[in-house]
């Protein structure tokens, strides 16, 4: 259970916010890789904290985030 907030903290709180990424911003970068993620789809898995490491890995790649800090 630690690890899945781990990615939520890497996800939702770090990146997306050091990017100035919004929900809806991230799903229509999602759409533009293939990925057909709902903003309120997005919003759930990360306020629930239920996810793949998979869509972790999307959501990087959709924002193109160069590095993470797990830290």
């Given at each position: 259970m630690a690890w899945l907030r781990l990615l939520g903290?890497?996800?939702?709180?770090?990146?997306?916010k050091r990017k100035g990424v919004t929900?809806?911003?991230?799903?229509?970068?999602?759409?533009?890789?293939?990925?057909?993620?709902?903003e309120v789809s997005i919003r759930n898995k990360l306020s629930r904290g239920k996810?793949?490491?998979?869509?972790?890995?999307?959501?990087l790649s959709a924002i193109s985030a160069s590095s993470i800090s797990i830290s």
């Open positions: 903290h890497v996800e939702d709180q770090t990146v997306l929900y809806s911003q991230l799903a229509e970068k999602l759409a533009s890789i293939g990925v057909d993620e709902k996810f793949t490491a998979s869509f972790v890995l999307q959501c």
